[in-house]
């Protein structure tokens, strides 16, 4: 932290394995989470919570301002690819999708969203990734062309499993 430096800035992170295959099963997920939660901290971030499913993860932290989101995001996706990898816990090399969503929020919003982090498991037995995604795209108001989202499915193989 530099002198006279003071900030408050809040992100939540979103991103997906490469194809949205669902990869990040339960027996290894903790494991993932408390290794991008190192990345975060070595990175001079604040790690509140990491949650996801199967096809995509949730990030929520505290935004070290002198670390670009985008410099962030290919650290976490880089270093995290070379831990799974380096585990064996697939036949092929994992990879993530390329792509992001971040969206800021305030203190006065950090309880709300770390309940919806924390919550993923019940939150997807309603609502699919797609549409949770493009519903933040939309509450944020940004615009977006489908052809640039994440490689989505059909609903049919859209993933809802609570394993």
């Not at 997906?16 to 990869?23: A, I, M, Q, T």
């Not at 494991?31 to 929520?60: A, C, Q, W």
């Not at 309940?115 to 493009?134: I, L, S």
Request: with cysteine; glycine share 6%.
């Amino acid at each position: 932290m530099k002198p006279g430096v003071f900030t408050q800035l809040y992100v939540h992170l979103i991103f997906s394995p490469k194809h949205r295959e669902c990869l990040l099963v339960k027996e290894i997920r903790g494991e993932i989470f408390s290794y991008i939660s190192g990345i975060l901290t070595n990175r001079g971030h604040k790690s509140i919570i990491i949650n996801g499913m199967p096809d995509h993860v949730h990030i929520l932290f505290g935004l070290n301002p002198d670390d670009k989101i985008s410099d962030l995001v290919g650290c976490i996706k880089k270093d995290s690819s070379f831990f799974i990898n380096e585990k064996k816990w697939f036949r092929l090399n994992f990879h993530w999708q390329d792509g992001y969503g971040a969206f800021s929020y305030s203190r006065s919003q950090l309880d709300r969203v770390y309940k919806y982090v924390g919550n993923q498991e019940q939150h997807h037995k309603k609502r699919t990734f797609k549409e949770e995604y493009t519903e933040l795209l939309k509450k944020f108001v940004i615009d977006y062309d489908e052809k640039y989202l994440f490689e989505f499915f059909d609903d049919v193989n859209e993933s809802r499993i609570v394993e």
